[in-house]
Structures are given as C-alpha cells and as structure tokens.
C-alpha cells in the first residue's frame, strides 16, 4: 500500500543570517526567559519525506502493518467512526514555535531549527554546556495535533557536533506528565532522518531531549526539525474515537478474563464492537470456556492451512545448516558416476515446486559443452537422466551460460547461450507433461527479439503470461548489452523497450510477491562493477532504484564476486550465496562461504556466516535454487578451482 504525502507552503524561506540577526536585535530589548519564537517551520517536501522514509529500518508501509505511518491512515479514516467516506489528509509538516529551551552556544540560537539550510555550518542550535547539564528543546505546536514521527534535518557534510541520542516527550498541558514516544541513537551521516513514533500520539508540546553527540566532549547540535502528523478537524476526531474503542476493548477483555459474563455481554452489544477477529474469539471459546482440546487442535490445523501464522513464523530467527547429500539410485543403493550429472559449470537449473523436482541442462565440463537433460527428485533423492543429447529428439544443441524459467503450466524456456563465433539467437521449450521439445524461433532477431548473447537473465511474469530477457553479452557485438526484452507468450511476439538498464552481465532478476515489480540485482561490465537494486514497474514501463542509496550498503561486489540469488516470497528477501573472488588488481582466487541476505520489508542487508566446517567448497558457475516447500536451499553441481 502506498501512502501519499502532501505538504503546503506556510512560509516563504528563511535565510539563518537573517535569523541570526533578529535574534540579537530581540536580545536587545528582551530577556531570553520571556521571549519566544514566533517564526514558522520550514516545510518538508513530498519527495524529501518520502526519501526520508526509505531510509527508516523497518519501514513501516513494508514492514509495520497496523503501526506508524499506516496506522495514521487508517485511524483517521476507516476506523475512526466518524466520516468514514471522507477522505483522510495526508501528512505534512506541522507549523509549531520554539517555545522554551535550557541553553544555548553563541549565535546557534534554537530559533535555528526551523530553518532547512544544510549548506550552512551555523544554521543549528547547539548546547551552551555539554554532559552534565540537562538540556532540552521544548516545540509548541500551533494547536492540537495528531503526531506521528520528528524529522531531523543535518548539515550536506559529516559533522563531530552531530546529535547522537536523544529522547523526545509528548504532552498537552506544560503541567501534564510527558509520554515518551522515542529513546535510542541516530545515525551520524549527512542524510535527513525520520524518527517515527511505534504509535501515533495527540499533543500540543514536543520536547527533545539531547544526550549525547557523536564526538565526546563535543557539544550537541541539532540543525534542523520538523514535526510530521495531520492536524484538521477530522483526523482529531477520528484519532480520539480510535482511542476511545481501543480502552472499550481493553475493559471487555478484563470483563471477559474475570468471568463477568453479564458485563461482558452487555458492554459487547452497547458499543457494537468485538473484542478480536472472529477465529481468535472461537479459539477462545474452545480453550478457554469448553476445554474442547480436539477443537482447539482442528482450529489451529485450519489457520495454519490459511497462512495465518506466516507472520510470526517468518519472523523467528532461522538456523542455517549446510548439508551434503548422496544422490541414490533407482535401487536405492547410492548413485554411480553414469547415474547423476557429470561436474560442470554453467549450466542451467529449474524447480517444479508442485512435484519438487529440479531440471538440469547443458553447461560446461572444461573441455567441451553438454546437451544432457536430468530431473531430481527431492523427495526420493534420486537423479534420473531425461536424455543424454537432447538436439538429436529436436531440442537445443550443447550449450553453457544459457537460461531457463518454468511456468506453471509446466512449459520451460530456454534462451541465450555461449559461442565463439557469431550465431542466431534461437529459442526453444520443453514440455514437461508430453516430453517433447519445440523450437519457437531460430533467429529471434528476425522476430523482434534479442540478438544472441550469454550470462543474460530471464524471468517470467504469470500475471501477465510473459518472459523478460534483460543484458548479457552480446555474440556478435562483444559488447554488453542493457536493452530489456519482453516475450508475450500467448501471442508468440517480441518486443523491447526503450530503458537502459546500464551495460551489464552476470545479473539477477527476480519478480517480486505481487508481480508488479522486476528487480535487476547487481551485474558487471568491462568498467565497473554494479552495486544497485533496480526495480522495473511491469504494468508502467518505468525502471528506477528500488532502495534510496543501495550502493553504499550493499556488502558484497567489492571485487569479482561469482554469486547466485533467489527471491523467498515467503519472507520477501533475496538470498545471496557467494562464490569466489577474483580481485581484479591482485589476480588472486579466494572463497566466501558466506550467505548474504536483503529484506524487502525492512530494507536492511544481513549477512550470514557458517561457523562449522560443512559449507560448499570452492565453486563458480554452479546453480542455486529454492524451494519454498520445505524452505530449503539446493546448491547444484560444482566446477572445481
């Protein structure tokens, strides 16, 4: 779900000299404990609150269903109880006043956080003392408020004075206890950074409350602030009546638990409301009320078959184990070398989720290039040989660096390949259910399609019935390529468009839960070495960054990482599996065992090490596949350095 943002323009800019300069001429004819400010806030922008927000860990449209940003949303509109078919506003900036502080050094004056000037060293407040001293800045809000989150602004360039930790209250009345809504550390970087509230809060005061700075005996400076909620009419009156079902709910929950059944009853039909979703109230009778375990277990068995605990399952911490396995035979005696694939590199793997079994075909043995077919059996373990030269029953002659997609109607496509020499680019399927190939084209670019070229990648979209072929090497050109190419497989027709990926091989891409979204993960050229996250909007056409500033935190493809990705939908992550490296200045050949992980939801990179000694050996070229069945990850033959 996205969530739209608008902001209105309460002033005109400031400039802090201008500022600076007011402030002495009203120190002349004013004491500093009766004066206040008066000027207004500099407003965020869309775009800048929008980039701010990408930047939160556990972004919370992704990640934080039911807290933070949309859960604003929805109080102030859905379930507010009030005008529920008027559109709720969006947040913006909040117009407040400095209203009182402890201290402050020279001409950084609080009045100074109400300017948005990054390139200026002096357009912050900063602590008169530093360490023993409590200090604070007290905000006063125009007027009543519904707030959500506190957006900090900071200087273009890496600053020791920067805040480090701080904590921020919230209160109605200067004699009102304050709620804490924050306490912890920001980051020491030069970007703008949103503070986001766990709930949202309604407040009329909001104090900051420094704690330290980024260098020790350095004192705080905070540069810029804006206060981000929603203050009309509506949105107080829905958020007040949010909070009042909320505590009707906490008290039919304590009738329910003390066995005031009466009560309970009573309250329950007055206010209209249910104290949780009807399954849980079920459980509740079951367990709680009857002790029907039986019941209980069907219920549990029924939610688990509903995806109902994916939530809470996926958010456990995974152990990771490698484990070697010893393909069988037929027999079931352990598998010969005739048996089971041949090593090799290059080749090319799919998964049939529904019968979990995984295709293999082609690649490269070190001394010349395979056209064999094999299928594995998960289940049983056993690897059986489809047949050893599939060009000769009218498939694809041997080839390595070529790729394949399965679709559910159990078709796989095979497209691109290596050569020495220029070629046509042909394309072929296999059909699973009636073991027989078919060549749809011979010379795709007759047809509108890509020229031959090897490391490309393809994916496929069922929503819409196609297949993407994006970059690689081109045969012919010796160049690579960044045109992405679309296959419409109901109509049999090619066609490309006209974004440029960025020259690229040895990529990625994946398409996301909801199919609305192709990602294109990482690729080098002759040049570079590529550290972004793209994100080609299907249904749009338009190809931007998934992540603001993914190439600073991306911690791998330093040098010449080998690696291989998959997508889990079930946690919505890439997982990386690494390969060796290659620095390019030394020469020299290294391994990295290690997994490295990005989550969609939170935006974060994790990286996994393996501490025992059971972890693949030293490999490149090798296929690596998930099956989200038994959430397990298979790692496919091997070319040995």
């Known amino acids: 779900h996205r969530f739209n943002y608008c902001c209105c323009c309460f002033s005109e800019k400031m400039n802090v000299n201008d500022i600076n300069n007011d402030i002495e001429e009203e120190q002349e004819t004013s004491n500093d404990d009766d004066w206040h400010c008066h000027r207004q806030c500099d407003v965020v922008t869309e775009e800048e609150l929008e980039k701010a927000l990408m930047r939160v860990e556990g972004h919370p449209i992704k990640s934080r269903k039911g807290k933070g940003l949309l859960s604003l949303h929805r109080n102030s509109g859905r379930k507010g109880g009030g005008n529920t078919s008027a559109k709720p506003s969006c947040l913006h900036s909040l117009k407040y006043q400095v209203h009182s502080w402890s201290t402050y050094a020279s001409s950084f004056h609080p009045k100074n956080v109400l300017v948005n000037d990054p390139n200026n060293q002096r357009s912050r407040w900063c602590c008169e003392t530093k360490g023993a001293v409590w200090q604070f800045l007290e905000l006063k809000l125009e007027s009543v408020a519904v707030v959500d989150a506190v957006y900090f602004g900071k200087n273009s360039s890496h600053v020791v004075a920067n ?34 509230f766990e709930k949202p809060v309604m407040c009329k005061y909001v104090k900051i409350v420094p704690l330290s700075s980024w260098t020790r005996d350095v004192n705080c400076s905070i540069w810029f602030v804006s206060i981000i909620g929603r203050d009309n009419e509506q949105d107080l009156k829905g958020f007040l009546d949010f909070i009042q079902k909320q505590k009707t709910r906490q008290c039919l929950l304590h009738l329910r638990e003390n066995g005031f059944d009466e009560c309970f009853e009573t309250l329950k039909t007055q206010s209209k409301l249910s104290v949780e979703e009807e399954y849980v109230t079920q459980l509740h009778e079951d367990l709680v009320v009857k002790g029907d375990f039986e019941r ?28 070697l396995l010893h393909p069988l035979n037929s027999s079931g ?49 056993v690897w059986t040989l489809i047949h050893e030269n599939v060009e000769r029953v009218g498939g694809p002659c041997a080839r390595s660096c070529h790729r394949a997609v399965i679709t559910e109607e159990k078709k796989i496509y095979f497209a691109g390949r290596f050569a020495n020499a220029a070629r046509r680019s042909d394309f072929y399927v296999y059909d699973i259910s009636t073991n027989t190939w078919t060549q749809l084209s011979s010379d795709l670019v007759a047809v509108g399609g890509p020229p031959l070229a090897f490391d490309v990648s393809m994916v496929y979209v069922k929503r819409t019935k196609s297949l993407y072929i994006s970059g690689g090497r081109c045969i012919s050109s010796h160049q690579e390529m960044s045109a992405l190419y679309k296959y419409d497989i109901a109509n049999d027709t090619w066609s490309s468009t006209p974004l440029s990926l960025g020259d690229r091989i040895g990529h990625s891409s994946l ?25 080609y909007h299907i249904d749009s056409g338009k190809m931007q960054p998934c992540v603001p500033d993914t190439t600073t935190h991306m911690p791998m ?47 974060k990179w994790n990286v996994i090490r393996f501490e025992d000694k059971e972890v693949p050996c030293m490999r490149f070229g090798h296929q690596f596949v998930f099956d989200p069945k038994s959430n397990v990850y298979h790692i496919l033959c091997v070319c040995v350095c």
């Open 557 to 603: 493809l330093d040098s010449e990482d080998l690696q291989k990705i998959v997508y889990n939908e079930l946690t919505e992550e890439l997982i990386f599996l690494m390969g060796i490296k290659i620095p390019r200045e030394q020469g020299v050949v290294t391994h990295d065992p290690s997994m490295f992980t990005f989550s969609f939801k939170t935006l």
């Open 511 to 535: 398409v996301d839960k909801d199919e609305e979204h192709i990602h294109i993960v990482g690729g080098h050229n002759t040049h570079l070495r590529m550290k972004d996250i793209l994100s």
């Open 296 to 323: 209980v277990i069907q219920h549990i068995e029924d939610y688990s078959q509903q995806n109902l605990f994916d939530e809470y399952r996926n958010g456990q911490d995974v152990e990771w184990k490698w484990t």
């Open 163 to 196: 805040m480090k930790s701080c904590r921020i209250e919230v209160y109605n009345e200067k004699d009102d206890n304050p709620t804490l809504v924050f306490h912890g550390a920001l980051e020491n970087g030069n970007h703008p950074e949103l503070v986001l």
């Open 333 to 381: 005696e352990k598998a010969k070398a005739n048996e089971r694939p041949s090593m090799r590199g290059g080749h090319q793997c799919v998964l049939d989720k529904d019968e979990q079994k995984i295709y293999l075909f082609g690649g490269w043995n070190g001394q010349s290039e395979l056209g064999d077919f094999w299928v594995y059996d998960i289940c049983s373990n």
